[in-house]
């Protein structure tokens, strides 16, 4: 884990290195640390709670929006990164069984089950089997892989939250105003600011991942 956390110092949003080089649980746990640490300060900018985070930034781009919302969720009822990762990836591992690791969740996933049944349409292109309700959040086949992947874009949600309050708050210029150059100028200063805020308050609560 101390791996993935050094190229999250390298690089608040991730890198592809996470995704090929170290171990997709330890990285997931670190991500976790970094999404909850990228959660607080945009949730300050944006005047949110750091749980809804993503689901505003899904307004503004397609995101995987349940499972980084759910690690949220839980980081902020008190878990740690590393409790909350290992339970999700051996839960899904359960579903690779064919068992079920949460018999009390089982009425919600048939009632979701059914509504999405209700509502699809046969045909190999039908959009809705895309989002056909599932047994386990994460993918059992990739777990890890699958939460990872889903927390790192938890990350750019945040960053691009994090853009859309600031550049209105920057001053009283329209989008109309700002030439290419400023833009680009403006992006790459919100990113630096991003990137130390996300950095500074991952330091901070460090403790989190012990």
Request: proline letters at 6%; aromatic letters at 2%; glycine letters at 2%.
């Amino acid at each position: 884990m101390n791996a993935a956390n050094d190229l999250f110092r390298e690089q608040p949003l991730g890198s592809a290195k996470l995704l090929h080089e170290v171990d997709p649980a330890a990285a997931a746990v670190a991500a976790a640390h970094w999404l909850q640490a990228a959660a607080d300060i945009t949730a300050d900018i944006a005047e949110c709670d750091p749980s809804e985070v993503v689901v505003e930034a899904d307004d503004i781009e397609a995101l995987a929006v349940e499972t980084p919302t759910r690690v949220l969720e839980r980081l902020e009822s008190g878990e740690t990164p590393r409790e909350v990762v290992l339970d999700l990836i051996r839960t899904a591992m359960t579903a690779a069984e064919g068992r079920i690791a949460d018999p009390d969740s089982l009425p919600d996933v048939i009632a979701d089950a059914r509504r999405w049944a209700a509502q699809s349409r046969p045909g190999e292109e039908d959009p809705l089997a895309t989002i056909q309700p599932r047994i386990s959040l994460l993918d059992p086949l990739r777990p890890a892989h699958d939460l990872l992947e889903d927390l790192l874009d938890g990350i750019h949600g945040c960053r691009l939250l994090y853009h859309e309050y600031a550049e209105h708050d920057d001053d009283d210029e329209t989008d109309e105003d700002i030439d290419e150059a400023e833009s680009d100028e403006l992006t790459e200063r919100l990113d630096t600011e991003f990137d130390a805020a996300v950095r500074a308050e991952a330091e901070a609560k460090q403790d989190r991942l012990l």
